[in-house]
C-alpha cells in the first residue's frame, strides 16, 4: 500500500499513517492535502496523476533550467531525451507529511558559480504528452548546451490542469547557507505565463513576454521546514512581460522552484564595479502537496 | 425610567464616537537607497547595484572608463563613473549622455515620501561636455494609454565640481520631454511605481563631438 498516494483528509491522513505504521503527522488540523510527489520513486516523473486530460497526458516530469551554466548545475537541465534527473538521499532522514520518513528529496545544486545570470531553478510539469524517455547515465559534457535558455518548452509537450480544487501548495525545504542563496521563488506556470499556453509572447523583452509567472518567495533554512503557499499569495513582478490580476487555475502547467543572482544581474550594455554578478546555491526541495480546498 | 435612562446613556455615547482618521503613512521613515558605506555596490532592497551606463547611443559600455565606489573624504565613501561621451558623427545630434543608476525588478511606492535628497558633483574632463543634469525615477510598469513604458520622471538639477546636497521635492518631478506619450494617471502614477533611481549626465555634443568627465553621486535618501 502506498503511504500517500491520493487526497486525503486529516481523517484519511491519520488512517493512512496507521495503516503504514508512520509517526504522528506535522500538518496542522483542519487542512487537506494531495500529494504531488515525495521524491521517495525512481526518474523524473511525478506520482501526481491529473484526474481529467483531454489528451490523455501522462504524469510530468522534474527538470533543472538555467540560460547559462548548465554543466555547472546538478541534476544539469538537459533536452528531454537526454534526461538526467535524479533525486537525492537527505542528509538525514525526517519526519514529513503523515509521519511519514522521507529519505530522498529534489536537490539542486550548483558546483561553479552562475555569472551575470537572472538565475537558475528546478520545475515540475503536471503532465507530459511524450510517454517514455531513456534517461542518460552519462556524465554531461562540460560543453552542455542550456535547453531553456532558447525559451522554447515544446520540447516538453504537455497539456494544463484545473488547480481550481486547490488553495495552494506545501512542500518542506532547505538549503545551504555556505553554499550560496537560500531565497526560492515559487512559481506557478499558468497558461498566460507559459509559452506552450500560446498566450504570452517568448520574445524577450516584448510587451507581452512570457515567465513572468505569478509567484511567492520563501526563505529556506538548514533543516527541513514545512513551507505553504497559498495561491491568492502569489502575485506577478509588476515590471515586465504578460501581466493579468491573477493566475489562470483553470489552466496550469506545472510549479518551479527558481533561486535569483542577489543583487540582480549588470545591465546589458552598462558597467558594473568589482566582480560579475554571481550565483551559488544548494537547495533542497521535498514533499510536494496540494492544499485542498 | 430605567429604559429611558439607558436610551439617553446609548444616544449619549453613540454621539461621542468620532470617526478615526487613518494616516496611511502612519510610521513611514526615511528609506536610505544608498550612502555607499558598506562594502558593496548593492542598494537597499529592492533596488539592486549600482551600474555605469552610456545612452544614445544605448548600452555602450565603450562610454565608460570607469565604475565604482571612491572615497569622497576621509571618512566617507560615494559612487562615480569616468565617461567619456562621443556624438556618433552621422549629421544627427544624438544627444549623447550617461547614467548612475539602480533600479529594481520590483517597484517602490513613493506615494508617502516628499522629497528625494542626494548629494553629487560633476568634474568636467577635457573637453567637458556640454551638459545638463537630471535625478531620474523610473517606473516601467507605468502605461501611457494602457501601453507599459519604459517610462521615468526626472528633475534637472545644476551641478558643480564641488559637492553639493540636492533635496529634491518629488511633487517638481515631471514626466521628460522625450516621452511623448503621457502618463496614464500623471507623474503621481509613476511615483507609485518605482524601480530605478538614477543620475544623467544629458550632454548637447554636435555631431561627432566627444567630451568627458566624472559624474559623482552620494547618499540618497527618500525623505
Known amino acids: ?293 | 425610567m430605567k429604559t429611558a435612562l439607558c436610551l439617553l446613556l446609548l444616544t449619549t455615547t453613540v454621539g461621542c464616537f468620532d470617526v478615526e482618521q487613518v494616516d496611511p503613512c502612519a510610521g513611514t521613515t526615511p528609506f536610505l537607497v544608498d550612502d555607499f558605506e558598506d562594502d558593496d555596490v548593492l542598494a537597499s532592497p529592492p533596488f539592486e547595484r549600482w551600474s555605469c551606463s552610456g545612452f544614445n547611443p544605448d548600452g555602450n559600455p565603450q562610454a565608460v572608463n570607469d565604475c565604482g565606489k571612491i572615497s569622497r573624504d576621509e571618512e566617507n565613501e560615494a559612487f562615480m563613473g569616468d565617461f567619456t561621451l562621443t556624438d556618433v558623427e552621422n549629421e544627427l545630434q544624438e544627444f549623447t549622455g550617461a547614467s548612475l543608476s539602480t533600479s529594481s525588478t520590483r517597484t517602490f511606492d513613493l506615494g508617502c515620501y516628499r522629497a528625494i535628497g542626494l548629494s553629487a558633483k560633476f568634474v568636467p574632463g577635457n573637453p567637458p561636455p556640454p551638459a545638463k543634469y537630471y535625478v531620474e525615477l523610473t517606473c516601467q510598469s507605468a502605461t501611457s494609454g494602457g501601453t507599459p513604458g519604459p517610462y521615468s520622471v526626472i528633475r534637472e538639477i545644476d551641478l558643480t565640481s564641488s559637492w553639493l546636497r540636492f533635496p529634491l521635492s518629488l511633487s517638481n518631478f515631471r514626466q521628460p520631454t522625450w516621452q511623448t506619450n503621457a502618463l496614464d494617471g500623471g507623474e503621481k502614477a509613476c511615483l507609485a511605481r518605482v524601480d530605478g533611481v538614477g543620475l544623467l549626465l544629458s550632454t548637447n555634443l554636435g555631431d561627432g563631438d566627444t567630451g568627458s568627465g566624472v559624474l559623482y553621486i552620494d547618499d540618497v535618501l527618500f525623505e
Not at chain 1, 503527522?25 to 525512481?42: L, N
Not at chain 1, 540560460?67 to 535524479?86: E, F, K, N, Q, Y
Not at chain 1, 556524465?139 to 535558455?149: F, N, Y
Open chain 1, 1 to 293: 500500500m502506498s503511504c500517500s498516494s491520493k487526497a486525503f483528509s486529516r481523517l484519511g491522513a491519520l488512517l493512512v499513517a496507521h495503516a503504514c505504521a508512520c509517526s504522528p503527522s506535522t500538518e496542522p488540523a483542519g487542512e487537506s492535502y494531495t500529494r504531488i510527489d515525495d521524491m521517495e520513486g525512481e526518474g523524473s516523473r511525478i506520482p501526481w496523476q491529473a484526474p481529467h486530460t483531454d489528451s490523455g497526458a501522462g504524469t510530468g516530469r522534474w527538470q533543472s533550467f538555467a540560460d547559462i551554466g548548465c554543466s555547472s548545475l546538478v541534476p544539469p537541465p538537459t533536452s528531454l531525451d537526454a534526461d538526467r534527473w535524479t533525486f537525492t538521499d537527505v542528509p538525514k532522514p525526517y519526519t514529513t507529511f503523515s509521519g511519514a520518513s522521507s529519505t530522498r528529496a529534489a536537490r539542486l545544486s550548483t558546483t561553479e558559480p552562475l555569472v551575470n545570470t537572472w538565475g537558475a531553478g528546478m520545475r515540475f510539469d503536471f503532465t507530459s504528452t511524450v510517454d517514455s524517455v531513456e534517461p542518460s547515465t552519462e556524465p554531461p559534457p562540460d560543453d552542455l548546451p542550456c535547453p531553456t535558455a532558447e525559451r522554447d518548452l515544446s520540447e516538453w509537450p504537455a497539456e494544463a490542469v484545473d488547480l481550481r480544487d486547490y488553495r495552494g501548495v506545501t512542500f518542506f525545504g532547505m538549503a545551504d547557507a555556505a553554499a550560496g542563496t537560500t531565497r526560492v521563488s515559487v512559481l506557478l506556470l499558468d497558461r498566460n505565463s507559459d509559452p506552450r499556453g500560446l498566450v504570452c509572447d517568448e520574445t524577450q523583452a516584448s510587451a507581452t513576454e512570457c515567465f513572468n509567472s505569478f509567484a511567492s518567495e520563501v526563505e529556506l533554512g538548514p533543516d527541513f521546514k514545512r513551507f505553504q503557499v497559498d495561491f491568492s499569495d502569489l502575485s506577478q513582478d509588476p515590471q515586465w512581460g504578460y501581466r493579468l490580476d491573477e493566475p489562470d487555475l483553470e489552466h496550469v502547467y506545472g510549479v518551479a522552484f527558481q533561486v535569483f543572482t542577489p543583487g540582480g544581474v549588470c545591465p546589458e550594455g552598462a558597467v558594473c564595479p568589482g566582480d560579475p554578478p554571481s550565483l551559488t546555491f544548494d537547495i533542497w526541495i521535498d514533499d510536494v502537496y496540494f492544499v485542498n480546498r
